[in-house]
């Protein structure tokens, strides 16, 4: 990744104690899919942002999975966005890592308009392979994906997704779940590149054009629709730093 041109806007190391909420806030708390998101389960370690699911019979929404995810206080249009990580392995419960960024609508056609109003940019989702199942878990590695609602031609559909979208840029990463890799994404007036460890992986434009609007930037740890995990198990996604560059 060339960031000639590029001014460093925001950044977060995770140094400190405690998230830093002028920086941050909690996101999405309360039920979500087979679970609950909490500021709980978001803290800090060693310089390390960490993000954990458990099983938990005292949760402050009830008994039940619980999973984190918190967003940046500041919007971005455009810009290098950076995080180098380790993911969580979702093998065994589907729990999986996201670095995404996502406009206030991007799933009402009227506003998305094909994402020129809005997308949802998915950085990163950390699967194994695309079968995402705890009984067959496939090789591991990220996806990328570009989700609008509202194409004027789109070129297919999926059956029970609510946005179009393409078949993921799919990038193999044997150690993705137990060391730390560096994962990106420009966001040009034209195009979104995607780069893992500094190496282009793919791009695209998708849709009726690329977003022009101010998005929201995210960190989770993602709760599945349902889960056949024992629970007594857990997992992490642990942050080294976040980064965000723009061309000013």
Same mark, same amino acid.
């Given at each position: 990744? @060339? ?8 950044? @977060? ?8 909420? *002028?920086?941050?806030?909690? &996101?999405?708390? %309360?039920?979500? &899919?087979?679970?609950?998101?909490? $500021? ?14 458990? !099983?938990?019979? @005292? %949760? ?16 971005? /249009? ?11 392995? $979702?093998? %065994? ?10 406009? &206030?609508? $991007?799933?009402?056609? *009227? ?22 199942? #705890?009984? !067959? ?16 031609? $789109? ?32 966001? /040009?007036?034209?195009?979104? &590149?995607?780069?893992?460890? %500094?190496?282009?992986?793919?791009? /695209? ?18 709760? #599945? ?24």
């Amino acid at each position: 990744m @060339d960031l000639k041109g590029y001014t460093l806007v925001f950044e @977060d190391n995770f140094d400190e104690k405690t998230l830093d909420l *002028e920086k941050w806030q909690y &996101r999405a708390n %309360g039920a979500r &899919r087979c679970g609950f998101n909490a $500021p709980s389960q978001v803290f800090l370690d060693r310089g390390n942002l960490i993000l954990k699911y458990q !099983y938990r019979t @005292d %949760g402050e929404y009830g008994e039940g999975w619980y999973a984190g995810m918190i967003s940046a206080r500041q919007r971005f /249009t455009r810009g290098y966005f950076e995080i180098r990580c380790i993911c969580n392995d $979702p093998a %065994g419960s589907d729990f999986w890592s996201a670095f995404w960024l996502q406009a &206030r609508a $991007p799933y009402t056609a *009227e506003i998305s308009r094909g994402g020129i109003g809005g997308a949802e940019i998915d950085i990163i989702e950390a699967f194994r392979d695309r079968d995402r199942t #705890p009984t !067959y878990p496939g090789s591991p590695g990220v996806e990328t994906n570009i989700h609008v609602t509202g194409m004027k031609n $789109p070129p297919y559909e999926f059956a029970g997704h609510s946005t179009q979208h393409p078949y993921p840029i799919r990038t193999n990463i044997p150690d993705c779940f137990t060391e730390f890799h560096v994962y990106g994404c420009e966001w /040009t007036d034209e195009v979104y &590149r995607f780069f893992v460890d %500094g190496r282009l992986v793919g791009e /695209t434009n998708w849709g009726d054009g690329v977003s022009e609007v101010d998005e929201e930037l995210i960190i989770s740890l993602e709760l #599945p629709g349902e889960t056949a995990a024992a629970k007594e198990r857990s997992g992490e996604m642990i942050v080294d730093y976040v980064r965000v560059y723009q061309k000013i």
